[in-house]
């Protein structure tokens, strides 16, 4: 049996244990781990798929959203499909979280800090 798991959520198979033997115990109400250990399911994965980045492309005209250049008038302009809150945030990859950018606004902005 693998321990992959239980090290990725518990940080050992020893504390594992222990967090058990804690909750069988009653000191834990809710979970072994207790809310903080514990990410919600998402129902989207973090690319969209072909038809919904055709959509967001559509929606927006094949311009971006931040400058407004398009490949059919500046020859070179590479176009990405982005989220708008970011898919690590906890948003999800929908048509209203998605936005239309140009390589250099998209490569400009992070969601650090």
């Avoid at 000191?27 to 903080?36: D, K, R």
């Amino acid at each position: 049996m693998s321990q992959t798991p239980y090290n990725r959520r518990f940080g050992s198979w020893t504390a594992a244990l222990e967090a058990f033997v804690s909750f069988a115990n009653g000191a834990g109400a809710e979970s072994p781990t207790g809310s903080a250990g514990v990410t919600p399911s998402r129902r989207t994965g973090r690319d969209p798929s072909l038809r919904l980045r055709w959509h967001v492309l559509q929606r927006d005209r094949f311009c971006c959203c931040g400058c407004g250049a398009s490949p059919a008038l500046t020859p070179g302009v590479e176009l990405h499909v982005d989220h708008i809150v970011p898919w690590s945030k906890g948003e999800e990859t929908v048509l209203k979280n998605l936005q239309t950018l140009c390589s250099v606004c998209n490569l400009g902005k992070s969601n650090v800090g």
